[in-house]
């Protein structure tokens, strides 16, 4: 039989939150950290809370708010189409 087969167990295995919240569990790995926990998540608290640690949404309202302010951009089938037009207005005048 192979030895070693399982891994270490650690009974005293420390759960940290961003929030500052700590819990101890068993688990094979000695610390764990988190990002939400039942003192912070907004289904236990009843609050609406935001969390955005990759700045997901900055960078989506960012790239909204530079589209508002270029304006709309014609799609190639409309620029298409005005560029035929203009070439049967030539070929018609000669």
Same mark, same amino acid.
């Given at each position: ?17 961003? @929030?500052?919240?700590?819990?101890? &569990?068993? =688990? ?9 926990? =039942?003192? @912070?998540?907004?289904?236990? &608290? ?22 508002? &302010? ?25």
């Amino acid at each position: 039989m192979k030895t070693d087969l399982h891994p270490q167990y650690y009974p005293q295995a420390k759960i940290t939150c961003v @929030c500052g919240a700590i819990y101890t &569990t068993g =688990s094979t790995v000695p610390e764990i950290r988190v990002e939400i926990c =039942s003192a @912070c998540h907004p289904f236990f &608290t009843g609050k609406q809370k935001l969390v955005d640690t990759a700045r997901r949404v900055e960078k989506f309202t960012q790239r909204v708010a530079k589209k508002a &302010t270029t304006g709309a951009r014609t799609s190639k089938t409309v620029k298409r189409a005005t560029k035929q037009a203009a070439r049967k207005l030539k070929l018609e005048e000669k």
